[in-house]
């Protein structure tokens, strides 16, 4: 069993009775462990706790749908996901995983995987890992693809929900530091982790995180740096690095998927906490009348584009771990589906937005990460 502190207040252990998942925790949440490892946690400890289907406990007679394939046990307060969608029939067989203590939390969440039916891949699935194999160079088969899926789907969902209980929120954005603290925020694929490797490695900054950071109780940025999701050709063009090419792929085989590094791979320094300043959101536009612009915004303006990157981009539609924002629903009254957050999370956002100064950043498809970080750099300094 290993045991992994994802904050000042949550704690994750997991049995590793499903080895590629609990393979790809450790990647994901080593060196963010260590982080909060050394400090002393705060009295109230939140934990997820990872098992096996063979731990499950005997259930009770008293299940019911709640639809779109999700079950609830009242007697021992389980939520099941079934494989099937749009079933309303509860049968053990096909649920994938179930979360216990959940809709009646006081301090603990368990999440059971259904190991067999995780093995049990439809033939799609083997087949689109050959087709990605052969096409992209991309070894992930079926079961770390799951793995993958389940950390962004289903434990970062928790994370979300359980620091939020402390007063905290997990924020989708890159985080810096130098002297004061920095947030980019930016849709998918814009380039926050480009932008914020060229800013550590350029302009000196230390990252919180290129991803997630965490806004504490106290109002501070904390780290939670999660390897570097980026492609061989952005570290080829930008960074001058090269990865080198896995031996066992032959030669008419390119590997060109996005890579996870740790920052000690890029040799960059991880910042702690520290107090946010200025927020960047980053928009990339099809016309504008030069390369890059940059417009402050109103507190009015910056809240509702807070708002808009809570969600944290928990791509809800495309896989099967969809659930997670109904289930935040189920558990709280107060949870606003339409914009993945509650009174406590708004009320963090409204704090952020009145505190910092806010930027827009708008520039064309080929503006560089190093003229975007030139761009922020040039606005930090001012401020």
Not at 33 to 41: D, G, R, T, V, W
Request: charged residues 25%; glycine residues 2%; contains cysteine.
């Amino acid at each position: 069993m290993k045991e992994y502190y994802l904050s000042s207040c949550i704690k994750l252990k997991d049995s590793q009775s499903f080895q590629p998942l609990s393979k790809y925790i450790n990647k994901e949440y080593k060196d963010i462990n260590k982080i909060y490892k050394e400090l002393i946690p705060s009295k109230t400890i939140y934990q997820i706790n990872l098992d096996d289907f063979t731990s499950l406990p005997n259930l009770s007679k008293s299940i019911y749908s709640l639809g779109k394939g999700l079950f609830y046990d009242i007697e021992n307060d389980i939520i099941f996901i079934s494989i099937f969608r749009d079933t309303g029939f509860f049968n053990l067989k096909n649920i994938i995983y179930c979360i216990k203590d959940f809709k009646n939390f006081s301090n603990e969440i368990t999440i059971y995987i259904n190991k067999i039916n995780v093995i049990k891949q439809p033939i799609s699935s083997y087949l689109k890992f050959i087709f990605n194999f052969l096409k992209k160079g991309d070894d992930r088969n079926p079961f770390e693809i799951f793995s993958e899926i389940f950390v962004s789907q289903v434990i970062e969902p928790l994370i979300y929900f359980l620091l939020s209980k402390n007063n905290s929120l997990l924020l989708h954005s890159a985080g810096l530091f130098k002297e004061k603290g920095i947030l980019i925020f930016g849709p998918q694929n814009i380039g926050k982790t480009s932008t914020a490797l060229t800013l550590a490695k350029n302009f000196g900054w230390h990252i919180l995180g290129d991803d997630f950071v965490i806004l504490d109780d106290k109002k501070d940025i904390c780290a939670f740096p999660k390897p570097l999701k980026i492609e061989p050709e952005q570290l080829k063009r930008f960074f001058s690095i090269k990865i080198k090419k896995r031996s066992f792929l032959p030669n008419f085989i390119k590997s060109n998927y996005e890579f996870k590094l740790s920052c000690k791979e890029f040799d960059l320094e991880i910042c702690k906490k520290g107090k946010v300043s200025s927020l960047f959101f980053l928009n990339r536009v099809l016309e504008i009348e030069n390369k890059i612009s940059c417009r402050k915004l109103t507190t009015k303006e910056s809240f509702t584009l807070l708002k808009n990157h809570c969600k944290a981009e928990f791509d809800t539609n495309k896989h099967l771990f969809r659930d997670i924002r109904e289930l935040l629903a189920i558990q709280d009254e107060n949870f606003k589906f339409e914009i993945f957050n509650n009174v406590r999370s708004q009320k963090l956002l409204s704090w952020l937005s009145e505190n910092t100064d806010s930027y827009s950043i708008s520039f064309s498809k080929d503006v560089s990460p190093n003229e975007i970080s030139t761009e922020i750099e040039k606005i930090s300094q001012i401020d």
